[in-house]
């Protein structure tokens, strides 16, 4: 989308350090709690939402692998695959899963990864060393081609709210579908509520054109209805 996505697909994760908005997810193949993962094939054909935790049995990453599985289906209605990960051993993770069954009944239905050797967090960028040695919460989103679209951090002392992934994920999906961006707190925005807003104008007769036109408040700030 002209005007509004960065153009350039390749990674340049070996000059930066780790892949950022804009690179094809790294070829990485690892174990999870429902086999090996071999990325990016495994993310071929869906949104993904992979999102790393500091570790199995910690109070705040439990409430949030609550909340993940209690959204799992409102993610799966949009095309959306989610996969945990942490530097825990599998068997942490499938002892800690059968915990929350048990005492929470609440079932994972999602897969997540044992990267116990912290390989394919440091080369995604989510072990930061002044946190400590375990991933951050970090959250990538990528696309059905494996392109990486969104990433979040939060500290361990602060647990992830669904609702806004979610919203993102469905935010990239209108964005790709409108070729327009989308307003903070879509879809109640204070100034254009569930309007989406289109591309900046990039040349003068274009400007000129906006210029007090309905639903511009100036010849930089347009916005639309999305399409039915
Ligand atoms: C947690 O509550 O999720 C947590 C606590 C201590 C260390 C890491 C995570």
């Known amino acids: 989308m002209k005007g509004f996505m960065p153009e350039n697909n390749n990674c340049d994760c070996e000059t930066q350090g780790f892949p950022l908005i804009g690179d094809q997810f790294p070829e990485i193949s690892i174990h999870s709690t429902h086999g090996r993962l071999n990325l990016p094939e495994d993310l071929k054909g869906h949104w993904t939402v992979l999102f790393s935790h500091p570790a199995d049995f910690t109070p705040v990453c439990t409430t949030e692998f609550v909340s993940f599985a209690k959204h799992a289906k409102d993610f799966k209605e949009i095309n959306t695959q989610l996969i945990g990960l942490s530097i825990d051993q599998v068997f942490s993770h499938l002892k800690w899963t059968e915990w929350i069954k048990e005492k929470l009944d609440v079932?994972?239905?999602?897969?997540?990864?044992?990267?116990?050797?912290?390989?394919?967090?440091?080369?995604?960028?989510?072990?930061?060393?002044?946190?400590?040695?375990?991933?951050?919460?970090?959250?990538?989103?990528?696309?059905?081609?494996?392109?990486?679209?969104l990433i979040l951090y939060y500290p361990q002392e602060i647990g992830r709210n669904m609702k806004e992934i979610l919203r993102a994920v469905k935010a990239l999906q209108l964005s790709a579908k409108e070729k327009a961006a989308v307003p903070a707190n879509w879809p109640e925005n204070e100034l254009v509520g569930d309007h989406v807003i289109v591309p900046p104008a990039n040349t003068e007769a274009e400007a000129a054109k906006r210029r007090g036109k309905k639903d511009c408040y100036d010849w930089w700030l347009c916005h639309r209805e999305m399409s039915k």
Do not use: C, N, W, Y
């Open 107 to 149: 079932e994972i239905p999602f897969p997540i990864i044992a990267d116990s050797t912290g390989r394919m967090g440091k080369q995604l960028g989510m072990i930061h060393e002044k946190a400590g040695s375990d991933t951050v919460r970090a959250v990538f989103i990528m696309d059905p081609e494996a392109k990486i679209r």
